[in-house]
Nanobody, 121 residues
Framework: QVRLVESGGGLVQAGGSLRLSCAAS????????MGWYRQTPGKQREWLAT???????NLADSVKGRFTIFRENYNNSVSLRINSLKPEDTAVYYC???????????????WGQGTQVTVSS
């Protein structure tokens, strides 16, 4: 099983930027796609971005132009760079990884513990 640990969350003023990182440990060959989600209490989990082993990315329409996802450390980590933060970006941000032969979003995904992002106005 892959363990994912997020970092980089915190309190940021609107208009600022933030970089969230996720480090994977365990069997690196157990990782296929990686991505980011966020969730606010009382709301559904929202998919934000996915990056494949080849480095191709897919971003949610709602965050295109402000969010960027990329993999580093020989595909063992994934980061989410957020620019022009808005108060509505406040949420717990989760890193996820899919196993081989699966796309992100299946019941077999590994998940991090989440990191809180709070954007003040």
């Amino acid at each position: 099983q892959v363990r994912l640990v997020e970092s980089g969350g915190g309190l940021v003023q609107a208009g600022g930027s933030l970089r969230l990182s996720c480090a994977a440990s365990g069997n690196a060959f157990s990782i296929n796609e990686m991505g980011w989600y966020r969730q606010t209490p009382g709301k559904q989990r929202e998919w934000l971005a996915t990056v494949t082993l080849d480095g191709s990315i897919n971003l949610a329409d709602s965050v295109k132009g402000r969010f960027t996802i990329f993999r580093e450390n020989y595909n063992n980590s994934v980061s989410l760079r957020i620019n022009s933060l808005k108060p509505e970006d406040t949420a717990v941000y989760y890193c996820a990884a899919s196993p081989p032969n699966y796309h992100l979003g299946s019941s077999y995904d590994s998940w991090g513990q989440g990191t809180q992002v709070t954007v003040s106005s």
